[in-house]
């Protein structure tokens, strides 16, 4: 992201964005086409999952950071300038912390990269008949 986007998001929002927040998304350390990239840490204005925040309570200086693509929404607190990440649970509607910190929560997101790679890389490995085992 540019600092243009921080601009754009802070101020259709009316927030000021945590610095450590900013930092990370303008060095970016994630691969486009991503699962992280995609739906945990979306990389862009545009795929931040605003919408995702439509009818559930989340506190009130909550800002959405990413989702896992269906049943949880990742946020940060923008009012603290290091916030642990939250995760809030649409079916039960509770939150919870996901991560002490944003450095922590990558390192999730780096973790869940790899864990998806092999499990791709095993599916990969296995003929046809294998795959109801």
Do not use: H
């Amino acid at each position: 992201m540019t600092e243009a986007d921080f601009q754009r998001i802070e101020e259709e929002l009316a927030i000021k964005l945590p610095k450590n927040y900013k930092a990370l998304m303008a060095n970016y350390p994630f691969a486009p086409d991503s699962f992280t990239e995609e739906f945990l840490l979306p990389n862009s204005v545009e795929g931040l999952p605003g919408s995702a925040a439509a009818g559930i309570k989340l506190p009130p200086s909550s800002f959405i950071i990413g989702t896992d693509g269906g049943e949880q929404v990742y946020f940060i607190d923008w009012s603290k300038e290091s916030s642990p990440v939250y995760v809030f649970e649409l079916e039960t509607g509770r939150t919870k912390e996901e991560a002490p910190s944003l450095d922590a929560y990558v390192e999730k997101c780096r973790d869940m990269g790899l864990e998806i790679k092999r499990d791709e890389e095993e599916r990969a490995r296995k003929k046809w008949w294998q795959f109801w085992k």
